[in-house]
């Protein structure tokens, strides 16, 4: 209630202030490029690169100008891993992280402005994030803070990373910081989903959260810009979490769900849980394949879809007579070989074992509960995800993995 009445108050005096933010956390997280056509890849060689990064290297690789004004270099440099970060987040972008990293590292020794400061800071954040080196991106953000205390776009990724690693009540804090340096609606998604997660056994701060949030979505509308993507996928997750799909989905088709790989991602998963395979192949397939990269989060759900399409074909075609037309919503969806998705999954999955890659380790150990189960390698990815991931879904994928293997134990101690 205390927070409600801090909310309101300040609510009460700043509706003029709804455009004073530039940014928000949806400029942070979520980004949006037009993809290049190019037919989906899977190297076979653990040597073999994924991307030719093409133009975009040679961009960032040439050398910066020299220039009697240092700043100029520094203006450079930080522009280029800008707009790097501005379309990394696009599926079959994500190479663009290391080309922002790449523009950042002659700045990590030099003087800089203020200004120029916290805006390395920021970016550098974000990109050690991606890589899931959150403590190291935490300590970007609260060097940044020392200097920058209201920093808005700082504060909603320090909110973020802390809900990623499972500390909500610091996460909170972080949000809660943004009263009076942001408009409302941006202050009250961040806090309220960092309290969804306290006392999230209980249910009660989730469904509150929830209820909040939507109303206060329902009465001011879903923002244009940025915030308003995560803002959709914010209210997603807690419909998710509350066991309601159809909502999940509701709340994502505001919103194209190329906007991200994170947002087609989670817009397939809600698909999915409504037996939605068809959808999601045709929907999914169609970005992947314009893109030169394919995305391992893109490809799994592609192959999670294509499996359970096949397994209701075939459960149709023995519950009925074989002449019997197969539904228009198959037919399509299944013009390629019947493992096209989860051939190519199972090859990226070779590939990120010989390579260790903990970084996808949640969608390895979804493989291997959902596309090719085995008990003992669901449990060991699902296990080094949750070393840097504690968030509700890496939590759901512990759960799920640790039931199969003592499926499995079960079984093998009665036999």
């Known amino acids: 209630m205390q927070y409600k009445n801090q909310l309101s108050r300040w609510w009460s005096d700043s509706r003029l202030r709804l455009s004073r933010l530039p940014v928000a956390c949806g400029a942070v997280l979520l980004s949006t490029a037009a993809p290049s056509m190019a037919a989906p890849y899977t190297p076979t060689s653990a040597d073999e690169v994924l991307a030719d990064w093409g133009e975009a290297v040679e961009r960032v690789a040439a050398p910066l100008k020299s220039s009697d004004n240092n700043t100029d270099t520094t203006k450079l440099a930080l522009t280029r891993a800008a707009e790097q970060l501005a379309v990394a987040a696009k599926p079959g972008q994500s190479f663009r992280y ?8 002659p700045l990590s020794n030099k003087s800089l402005s203020a200004p120029s400061q916290q805006q390395y800071w920021l970016l550098r954040a974000n990109v050690l994030q991606h890589g899931h080196r959150f403590n190291e991106a935490l300590q970007e953000l609260d060097t940044l803070f020392e200097q920058a205390p209201n920093h808005v776009a ?38 309220l989903e960092a309290r969804s997660y306290i006392d999230s056994d209980q249910g009660g701060s ?5 209820r909040e949030l939507s109303a206060l979505i329902e009465r001011e509308g879903l923002p244009s810009d940025t915030r308003g993507p995560w803002l959709a996928q914010v209210l997603a997750e807690m419909a998710t979490r509350l ?17 991200s790989t994170n947002y087609l991602a989670q817009w397939a998963d809600a698909q999915l849980a409504l ?53 228009q919503s198959l037919q399509g969806a299944t013009s390629r070989a019947a493992s096209y998705w989860q051939d190519l999954m199972q090859a990226r999955v070779a590939l990120r074992e010989e390579r260790g890659d903990r970084e996808h380790a949640a969608q390895m150990a979804r493989y291997y509960l959902d596309i090719q189960p085995d008990a003992d390698r669901a449990l060991h990815w699902a296990k080094l995800n949750t070393l840097s991931s504690r968030e509700y879904t890496d939590n759901k994928l512990l759960r799920r993995a640790e039931q199969l293997a003592g499926r499995k134990t079960h079984t093998q101690s009665e036999g």
């Open 154 to 191: 700082g504060r909603l990724m320090a909110a973020r990373i802390n809900l990623v690693m499972g500390q909500p009540q610091i996460a909170r804090e972080h949000c809660l910081a943004l009263l009076g340096q942001s408009d409302l609606v941006t202050a009250a998604g961040c806090s």
């Open 275 to 327: 037996g939605n395979s068809a959808e999601v192949l045709k929907s999914v397939a169609a970005v992947v394949e314009s893109t030169s990269v394919v995305d391992d989060a893109l490809l799994l759900r592609l192959a999670i879809a294509e499996k359970s399409l096949a397994l209701t074909s075939d459960k149709l075609a023995a519950d009925t007579d074989s002449n019997y037309p197969q539904p």
């Open 243 to 259: 066991d309601k799909p159809q909502q999940a989905v509701q709340w994502l088709d505001n919103f194209n769900p190329r906007v």
């Open 206 to 210: 989730l469904n509150d959260s929830y």
């Open 98 to 105: 290391q080309l922002a990293e790449r523009s950042l590292a």
